[in-house]
T-cell receptor, first 113, second 113 residues
Framework: SQKIEQNSEALNIQEGKTATLTCNYTNYSPAYLQWYRQDPGRGPVFLLLIRENEKEKRKERLKVTFDTTLKQSLFHITASQPADSATYLC????????????FGGGTRVLVKP | EPEVTQTPSHQVTQMGQEVILRCVPI?????FYWYRQILGQKVEFLVSFYNNEISEKSEIFDDQFSVERPDGSNFTLKIRSTKLEDSAMYFCASSRAPDYEQYFGPGTRLTVT
């Protein structure tokens, strides 16, 4: 069966450290993958998009990698701040499946001062 | 910075009633989507819309659901006869092209009693 798995356990991290989140998928062939931030009761906020032919993307303190062999994307927040505390969602867009996003369950990040 | 807006922020309705959720996508975007998120669960795709037609819909999007772009700026989701299980956050999203990032609105919390 098809699965998108994100670590359901919260990630507690000290301010200033790097948070690394994983998104693993099985039985999918994604054309690209997007990462979103979601705060409680709010809509997902777009962060980064990475395509299947790209290995790495960066935006300010954020970095995402995409390994289609391992079927995994890693999302890094460097020099983390308490304001980075939120749930982070990965979402896949499959080849030949329109533009719909298929979401993982998200990983909650808590950055402690 | 342009944003997707949604109204109302919270809608309470009785089972069997019709509701219309409204969205104003980002002005130069051409692709529109509805997603929903039941409390504590993943964000789920409902429907995508382009050029005044439904491009794709999920199994959730049955005959009780419909979408419309009544004018050049609004995009609506109608649920004809609400059920208790329709209670969720409903998110509208838009993108400028089919393989570009999707921007989400703040959501409408629908409570069916």
């Amino acid at each position: 069966s098809q699965k998108i798995e994100q670590n359901s356990e919260a990630l507690n991290i000290q301010e200033g450290k790097t948070a690394t989140l994983t998104c693993n998928y099985t039985n999918y062939s994604p054309a690209y993958l997007q990462w979103y931030r979601q705060d409680p009761g709010r809509g997902p906020v777009f962060l980064l998009l990475i395509r299947e032919n790209e290995k790495e993307k960066r935006k300010e303190r954020l970095k995402v990698t995409f390994d289609t062999t391992l079927k995994q994307s890693l999302f890094h927040i460097t020099a983390s701040q308490p304001a980075d505390s939120a749930t982070y969602l990965c979402a896949l867009v499959l080849k030949a499946a329109g533009n719909k996003l298929t979401f993982g369950g998200g990983t909650r990040v808590l950055v402690k001062p | 910075e342009p944003e997707v807006t949604q109204t109302p922020s919270h809608q309470v309705t009785q089972m069997g009633q019709e509701v219309i959720l409204r969205c104003v996508p980002i002005s130069n975007h051409l692709y529109f989507y509805w997603y929903r998120q039941i409390l504590g669960q993943k964000v789920e795709f409902l429907v995508s819309f382009y050029n005044n037609e439904i491009s794709e819909k999920s199994e959730i999007f049955d005959d009780q659901f419909s979408v419309e772009r009544p004018d050049g700026s609004n995009f609506t989701l109608k649920i004809r006869s609400t059920k208790l299980e329709d209670s969720a956050m409903y998110f509208c999203a838009s993108s400028r092209a089919p393989d570009y990032e999707q921007y989400f609105g703040p959501g409408t919390r629908l409570t069916v009693t």
